[in-house]
């Protein structure tokens, strides 16, 4: 009996290792997703998308990640500028991670700490770059990026 429990949990272990895909707050095994922290996997998948909307230029798809209100007054390329101190014709981002999530305990607001590789393309130096975005969840639920305190 002690070898059959033995063996399926190698298995269950191997399962995972080999279908799985982890992160720090989720577990996706193939169609199946289990949430650990649903605000912290919410606010992961949030960043890493606005990272690559970052990354690929498309600037009018990474200001939906503001307040409707925000949406109206936020210009994405300043933005990058004043943060990245690069143009964003010269911004290469090559790397992004989540590297911490922190929500306050009434569960409201959130900071999320990212580290972003770029190369800059008019004088080919390599740069890291660590950045904080912080959020606030709205009375709908959803968690939106405030505009003067990340980018």
Known sequence: MKKLIIIIVLLIIIT???FGVASRYSLKLGNLNIVLNKDKDILAEKIIDF??????????????YHTPEDQKHVNI???IEEKFFVKPEFLDITK???KEIEIDRSGKRAKVKTRTI????????IKDLEIIFYFQKND???????????L
């Open 16 to 18: 995972i290792l080999v």
């Open 118 to 125: 770029f190369k800059v393309l008019n004088t080919g130096k």
């Open 51 to 64: 990272l690559e909307d970052i990354e690929f230029k498309d600037f009018k798809k990474a200001a939906t």
């Open 140 to 150: 709908d639920g959803k968690w939106y990026m405030q505009l003067k305190s990340s």
């Open 77 to 79: 390329p300043k933005l």
């Open 96 to 98: 992004y991670e989540v």
